[in-house]
């Protein structure tokens, strides 16, 4: 990680934009970030220069990193389109959104994502991939933690692993769970925890499976498992959660794992392109 220069940090939901500007100031670096409100998490603002802003006013954040000497920054955390659709005033969009949005052929994820990433480096802010930061938050193949999967549930893993990847190559979710060779949820616009637990309301004992897009941009919507995720699985009784090893960032590991420990849950990394060892 460079130690000059600002960091810029435009930060969604979740518990990953605060370990990004932790590990960035660890590393001696000085994080000016770009929260939202009603999204970010407020304790963002440990030892971090905020800007508050509505997820539209795109203008708005360009001045507040300009004004910090940002060259360089890194998008992480979940800014849900579902809320924004129900609360469309809570997106506020300027000018500049508005022609960002007219610009676009469609409203997938990697689209927006896309096109906003695009203009960031016209106005000279590389956006940096956000493994770049953390790579000790990359999870490894293999049984995280003391529960073992059991021969069904790498059944239904190795059932799941291919159907959650073409849903994934359509930009349409990255999650999927299936119990007994049967899909029990599809992740789509609601994202990754309210597909388990709607999943949760059908059965108990689901194999939640995530992966990354077979083109994923390592700029934004890298795949993420953390508290959040583990507390969707505990509301849902699933049993498992897969992720693809060397692809998916684990977040608050230690604390994660003991966690699923006592929850019984089994969390277990796979081959990026094969099926479960």
Do not use: N
Request: aromatic fraction near 2%; hydrophobic fraction near 50%.
């Amino acid at each position: 990680m460079s130690a000059s220069g600002a960091l810029g940090l435009i930060a969604g939901q979740g518990s990953l934009p605060i370990a990004v500007a932790r590990s960035a100031r660890a590393h001696g670096r000085r994080v000016a970030a770009i929260a939202f409100h009603g999204q970010t998490d407020p304790g963002i603002a440990d030892g971090v220069e905020v800007t508050w802003l509505h997820p539209g006013e795109v203008a708005a954040a360009l001045g507040a990193l300009r004004a910090a000497g940002v060259r360089e920054a890194v998008m992480v955390g979940k800014v849900p389109k579902a809320r924004l659709l129900a609360e469309p005033a809570g997106l506020r969009p300027d000018a500049e959104a508005l022609r960002l949005l007219a610009s676009l052929r469609d409203r997938r994820d990697d689209s927006i994502l896309g096109a906003l990433a695009d203009f960031l480096e016209e106005q000279g802010i590389r956006l940096l991939p956000q493994a770049e930061l953390l790579p000790e938050l990359v999870g490894g193949e293999g049984v995280l933690g003391r529960i073992e999967p059991s021969a069904a549930q790498r059944a239904d893993v190795a059932f799941g692993l291919p159907l959650a990847r073409v849903l994934a190559g359509l930009d349409i979710g990255q999650t999927i769970v299936v119990k007994d060779g049967t899909v029990l949820a599809v992740e789509a616009i609601e994202g990754t925890d309210a597909a388990i637990r709607r999943a949760g309301e059908l059965a108990a004992g689901g194999c939640v499976i995530k992966v990354a897009k077979p083109s994923q941009d390592p700029r934004f919507d890298v795949p993420t498992i953390g508290p959040e995720t583990l507390a969707a699985m505990r509301d849902a009784r699933a049993a498992l959660l897969a992720y693809e090893a060397g692809r998916t960032l684990v977040v608050d590991r230690e604390p994660l794992v003991a966690r699923a420990d006592t929850l019984g849950i089994a969390l277990l990394g796979v081959p990026a392109e094969e099926g479960v060892g």
